[in-house]
Each structure stands twice: as C-alpha cells, then as structure tokens.
C-alpha cells in the first residue's frame, strides 16, 4: 500500500494506492505451469491422494509475492478436482504431501488426526551415534517464533510426540540414519526433538547451526509413509542426486540401512 508491503490484516486507509503482486506459482493468462522436477502425484484415490514433494519447494502458498509452491500446482495435478492440502513439510524436506478432495474429506482426515489415528514415518540422517530407540516427549513452544524451543518439561500430549528409531550408523562419517514416527506434530517438532537429544539432523542450518551453517548441504529429512483410516503412501529418498544443494558421503553403514528399509504397503482401517 502506497510503495510499502504490508500484512494482510493491515486496515486499508480511503485514497490510498494499492498495488498487488502475482506470486511466482499463479498461472497467469490460461497457461499452465511447468511442473517443478521432482514434484508428481503419487497416489489418487477416490477421497485422498499424496503427491511427492522435492526439497526445495515450498508447501503452501503463502501470501502474495511469496515463492512457488505445491499448493499452486494441485489444480494441474489433478485436474478437476478440489484438492486440499492436508499438511505442509518445511520447505527443504522432501517426501509426502497428502491431500483431501474436498473439504468432507479433509474434515474427517482432521478428526482422524485428533483422535491419533493418523501415522507419519520420517527417515533421517542425523549426526553421532544413535544407539537405542527413544521418544522424545518434551513440550515444544512454536507461537509467534522461527526456531521452535524445546523446554526441559514433557508434554502430556501424546500427539506431539517422536519416536525414534535407530537403523544404522557409520563410523567413519558419524552418522546414524532413524526412523521418525509421529501422529498430528508440530512445526519443526522431528528437527527440534533430535536436536534437543544432541543428534542434528545432516544439513540442518537452524538446529544444528554451530556444524551446518554454510555447507551448503541438503536437509536430510524425508517424509518416507503416511497411513491413516482408507489411506496409505510411502515413498523413499532419492538423496544420491543434488538436489537442494551439494552432496556428503553418508558412510557405507548409512548407505546399507538405507537401502535395507522396508515401508510395509499397509492401509489405515
């Protein structure tokens, strides 16, 4: 408004002089976008589908001007149809993004949630030796906050809740890759728990600052399965290309769990 950007709650003043901003991801005159690489549908049922979202990309459209996101491509991912996104993945994570068709269906997706029937599997590679499963059950503050803070005290909030698994390490590199199951989450809930445990996730530059910053290497976090009542995606990693920024030798006993990770194809009853 009149040269300055403000937010969307600013109260517009008579006479002054709007001016609005296309963001990157709107089609603009009947053509379509071209779709990022990396970025495809993956599963399309009659209420629920999942598309596959590369690190990088943003989830949703925020505001405008903001940056390209797979909220702009659903209309052309699935053509006639209205597809809701269900959750959003931090802009470099990479994995599962499922969506509803219709608001009916995202409703009950919601209530399922609440009730804990929703299950979402992550893999990770993280920094040092993780040598037994754990559940991380400490409370998370994320109002009004970039970097989420993990407090001393636990949740009595089952929800929000991460359990970790370990499934292979290498000494060589000093890393483990785990597996991550949690039910509804909180923003940055899997990167801050792990952190807080003082195993960062590889190519975190905000919760592992001090080892990561300016490395320039890819976030490892991935959303690998998702299953709730009616629905079930799982997808693996695809972290030997350079996608989302330069490439580390994850060690051979990373590789090998990697490779030996089995996502069951069960469905939510």
């Known amino acids: 408004m009149d040269g300055v950007a403000r937010q969307a709650a600013f109260r517009v003043r008579a006479g002054a002089t709007l001016r609005l901003a296309l963001r990157a991801g709107v089609r603009q005159a009947g053509r379509a976008l071209a779709v990022p690489p990396g970025l495809y549908v993956l599963a399309e049922g009659q209420d629920y589908g999942a598309v596959a979202k590369p690190g990088g990309l943003a989830s949703a459209a925020i505001g405008l ?23 959003r993945l931090d802009t470099p994570t990479s994995g599962i993004l499922a969506v509803a068709f219709g608001q009916e269906a995202a409703r009950r997706f919601r209530e399922a949630e609440d009730r804990g029937e929703v299950r979402k599997t992550y893999l990770a590679v993280v920094r040092g030796l993780v040598d037994a499963p754990f559940t991380a059950r400490q409370e998370l503050l994320t109002a009004h906050r970039a970097t989420t803070r993990v407090r001393a005290r636990d949740s009595d909030d089952p929800l929000r809740r991460t359990a970790v698994t370990p ?34 996730i590889l190519g975190d530059a905000r919760y592992g600052k001090e080892i990561e910053e300016g490395l320039g290497l890819r976030l490892y976090l991935h959303h690998a399965r998702i299953i709730f009542p009616g629905f079930a995606a799982h997808l693996m990693p695809q972290w030997s290309g350079p996608e989302g920024g330069s490439v580390l030798v994850l060690g051979p006993g990373v590789e090998q769990a990697l490779d030996d990770v089995v996502l069951a194809n069960e469905v939510g009853s």
């Open 167 to 200: 499934l292979g390490y290498d000494p060589g590199t000093d890393l483990t890759l785990v597996r991550a199951d949690i039910a509804k989450g909180a923003r940055h809930q899997i990167r801050a728990h792990l952190a807080a445990r003082g195993h960062p």
């Open 65 to 87: 001007g903001g940056q390209e996101s797979v909220e702009d491509h659903l209309p052309g991912l699935f053509p006639g149809r209205e597809a809701v996104l269900l959750g």
